[in-house]
């Protein structure tokens, strides 16, 4: 059955999705849409709610990149049994996507003093808010969030990868497992593979 992911051309909410699907040797098409260039008008109506990532799998369809993600780690041990184990890495990829909705703010907003502003507390409170914490929880699961690889440390992983580059700052160097969990993850067969072919991302100018 023919795979297809839409996504911008950059890493963001697919990259994760990406992750997992070279990683569980699934063959799909890795459909990229200019990001500088968006909305594509006529194919924004075609999507369900409007939004990518898009996920299509013969003639059926996903949208939300956290139900993507989680679908297509099915059948692959990345996901547990248990359901409070489930509920645990729900938990913790909730967390995450509260700490990108920050990045996103900061990336799409076009006054330049608030930009600043946003920036500031970005950097000075909300990094370190969140990264404190998702770093105590690797030390004390072994460098995961249950004691094994899931598909929320792809989730993490690339939610750290974008958000150095939207912001300019490595983050992972200051927590040690968060830097020891990108690295893992980043050179997992499959993966590495992925990011030597698609080379680096970089910022996207947005149109005004």
Not at 6 to 34: C, G, M, S, V, W
Request: aromatic residues 14%; contains cysteine; negative net charge.
């Amino acid at each position: 059955m023919a795979k297809k992911l839409h996504y911008f051309n950059i890493n963001a909410l697919a990259e994760p999705i990406r992750y997992i699907l070279h990683y569980t040797k699934q063959e799909f098409e890795d459909i990229r849409h200019d990001i500088t260039t968006w909305p594509d008008v006529e194919f924004k109506k075609t999507l369900p709610f409007g939004q990518m990532p898009l996920y299509v799998e013969g003639d059926k369809s996903l949208t939300q990149s956290l139900a993507i993600a989680k679908y297509v780690a099915r059948d692959s041990g990345l996901i547990p049994a248990d359901a409070w184990q489930q509920a645990l890495l729900d938990c913790a990829v909730y967390n995450i996507y509260d700490f990108w909705k920050n990045v996103v703010q900061f990336f799409l907003e076009k006054d330049e003093e608030k930009k600043e502003a946003l920036k500031k507390v970005l950097f000075e409170e909300t990094v370190d808010f969140f990264f404190s914490r998702f770093e105590k929880q690797l030390v004390e699961n072994g460098g995961y969030f249950i004691g094994s690889l899931s598909w929320v440390e792809f989730v993490l992983v690339g939610i750290v990868e974008s958000a150095i580059l939207f912001l300019g700052i490595e983050i992972e160097k200051k927590y040690p497992k968060v830097k020891e969990l990108v690295d893992k993850i980043t050179n997992l067969p499959g993966v590495k593979e992925h990011i030597a072919a698609r080379g680096p991302y970089t910022v996207p100018q947005l149109k005004k």
